[in-house]
């Protein structure tokens, strides 16, 4: 009989518990295509006594997450505390420095120190692999590193957050504003009771980081990633879109350019006509886009504890079968530094909404301020009249760079009919 | 220095084209991501003096596609020749008993003889890889076998072949009927002359045939994949769909049933809500239903020298990394044989296009024989009077059996007022 792979599980909550449960209801059928039986040998959490819905007989308790990292009897620590550093990047150091392969679902701390790690475990000769980290059960990671290994990638991009989708589809679907619809799925528990990290966009960012090191060779750089959120967005905005034949989604993007590699998290305008505008709820996708296979697209559930598990458990499954590589792709040490493309640089047609009293000239005066930034202005929408006397004006503009355009936007905003802080969303062209 | 990958390639057609390409362009890429160089080593096809746009300066040429498979200084052999017997098949077995991995773009070899090849590469510790034998660039083979290996698979289902949904598309977009599209697209190649295997669906139950073996753990079993092609598909019988909202899709489909694994390849009704139902043209799609992981999609073009090529480099970059395993997931002496569900007891609702004589009672005779098997009515479309006296009358049922569904039909076209033989498309629910 071979060898079990033997396992150590840090970490207890949702996902850790959905880890237990496939591995227990699957045994035999990981065991007949791992080639040899995933065997849980302990586990780590803060809290014993919490109920779980779980079978953990046989099973070793460790009240020290450590004691995993440092156990003779373990093959593989699979890290599931969360953040960015402390406990979880000690663990995950003090493992690969025992020797011990390394399976995390934490995008945070590889966004700050992927690179560090992945040469940590390279040095050991372990695997330190992620694929629950992104896109939750959706193998992206995989077709990154392996599936698509024959292609340089040029561009990629995705719906890398549930809990944005989730609402930027229900803000769609009711009318409703950002504030309510946020506060409807933190009631039904799509969102935190803290939703900056979702909201915000540095966990689309942390994935998107994640993401565009494996696809470039590149060593992860969060810092790197231009990150805006949801938060203004208004109903107005998504009705606007609808109209002009976009859906508004906050996607990661990350593409080669001539000045560097270009990482952003934002709201943007997809055409109605790509793929990606249809990925509703939920739901997480990604594009890669490369040099030989053309444009491909992943979907599926992005988070929750099946898809997430399924994740955790393919990368066992490597482990078992002896499928171990570069973190990143490539070795560590020929990782490169991520030269970022100034966002400054970025080039793109935008979408402005701006509230103006509704008097003559106004529109002038804002043609005006986009003329001499040479700006190109490709339409504009003004809606009816309202009883504050201000109106929404709506301007798409033809490509230009993001400095002109920002250089318009701070003197737009200065105007006196101009009521509130401009809106500006980007449009993408897939 | 590691050693080399050393590589025959049988078969210079537009895939074997693009692989040199590919391994020429992305050489210095390809050994650092694979961890050792991809040496072309040596190519065999049937004209050496044929233009093909490739460089093969220092590349042995074999006459006989077998010395590729005997040559002591090959480690891997690529078959691109084709067809589900004869040089293939022989290629094959002949390399694999040499102890040589082999990765294939043939799906027609793998359908009929899957399981046996299988077995022969595990004997001899070999790698039998084929993703580019399914839906060209899209990395589904890969996800079944890895990336989704910690799932129970339920159902899985695709758009597997470019031809047909190309011509689907272009029937909607057009409103011209099959004949026509099919000639457009025979003269502008996106169809062979002889279009069989494409538009009579059997090069979609070829692939089918391998997803389901490396989904289930069943031996390939092409026997038993029900297959009917397109050309039955009118133009009508589109803008009925639009009408009805739903999309009409060449869809392969495999699923767990009571009776057995059920494979199915036939033109289907597709709800405009299934994200399936948005890819257009050559384009492939494949979704995975996993216990754990939920429904994932994967998509992206399923032909063309790029995307399979890619396919073929993502296999002989596991290859030189080392990442061997059983060619359908499990060890082929644990496949188990494929029960096949029989397609009578297949239960789903049904789209009926009648071409009837426009005169009283016809409507009650109709309604007459789906009553007597208990056939439920979900809806009817008559659509106005024709020259000709002949009208098209739509059915759409809710669900039931095959079985019953056949028989009604079949006293349906007896009947005198029925002019041609019905039209039956089943309808999906996903």
Redesign the interface.
């Given at each position: 009989m071979t060898q079990p792979l033997k396992i150590g599980i840090a970490g207890l909550g949702t996902v850790g518990a959905?880890v237990v449960k496939?591995l227990a209801e699957?045994g035999r059928?990981?065991a007949?295509?791992?080639?040899r039986p995933l065997k849980l040998v302990a586990v780590s959490a803060r809290s014993k006594a919490k109920k779980r819905d779980i079978d953990l007989s046989g099973v070793r308790w460790e009240r020290d997450p450590m004691a995993l990292a440092m156990a003779s009897d373990i093959d593989v620590v699979i890290e599931l505390i969360g953040g960015s550093g402390g406990v979880a990047r000690k663990l995950v150091q003090t493992a690969l420095r025992h020797g011990k392969h390394v399976i995390t679902a934490n995008k945070a701390l590889l966004a700050h120190h992927g690179a560090e790690l992945a040469a940590l475990a390279e040095k050991r000769g372990c695997s330190l692999a992620f694929?629950a980290a992104v896109a939750g059960?959706?193998?992206v990671i995989?077709?990154l590193r392996?599936?698509?290994?024959?292609?340089?990638v040029s561009r990629l991009y995705g719906i890398l957050n549930g809990t944005c989708n989730y609402i930027l589809t229900t803000m769609r679907e009711t009318g409703r504003d950002f504030g309510a619809v946020l506060a409807e799925a933190q009631a039904a528990g799509y969102a935190e009771a803290d939703p900056t990290f979702d909201v915000d966009g540095i966990d689309a960012a942390h994935k998107l980081a994640v993401l565009t090191g494996a696809a470039f060779?590149t060593k992860v750089n969060f810092a790197g990633v231009h990150v805006e959120g949801i938060r203004r967005v208004t109903a107005a905005d998504i009705q606007f879109a609808e109209e002009l034949g976009y859906r508004i989604k906050l996607l990661g993007l990350a593409r080669r350019t001539p000045y560097g590699i270009e990482q952003r998290v934002h709201p943007c305008m997809v055409s109605l006509k790509a793929?990606i505008a249809?990925?509703e709820g939920v739901f997480n996708a990604v594009v890669v886009e490369?040099?030989?296979?053309?444009?491909?697209?992943?979907?599926?559930?992005g988070a929750?504890q099946?898809?997430t598990?399924?994740?955790?458990?393919?990368d066992?499954?490597?482990v078992a079968?002896?499928?171990i590589?570069p973190a990143f792709?490539?070795?560590a040490a020929?990782l490169t530094e991520t030269k970022v493309s100034p966002m400054g640089r970025h080039v793109g047609a935008y979408y402005m909404r701006l509230m103006v009293q509704d008097r003559p000239g106004v529109i002038a005066a804002i043609s005006g301020i986009l003329a001499k930034d040479r700006i190109s202005v490709e339409g504009m929408l003004q809606r009816g009249r309202s009883q504050s006397g201000e109106v929404p004006v709506v301007i798409t503009t033809h490509e230009t760079e993001e400095a002109a355009m920002q250089r318009a936007v701070a003197r737009i905003a200065k105007l006196k009919a101009v009521a509130e802080e401009p809106c500006i969303i980007r449009i993408e062209q897939f």
């Open positions: 959905g496939l699957h059928l990981l007949l295509r791992g080639g694929e059960g959706i193998p995989k077709a392996e599936g698509l290994v024959g292609n340089r060779g793929p249809h990925i490369g040099d030989f296979v053309g444009t491909t697209m992943f979907q599926g559930r929750g099946g898809p598990a399924s994740a955790v458990v393919a066992l499954v490597d079968r002896g499928h590589m792709v490539v070795p020929r």
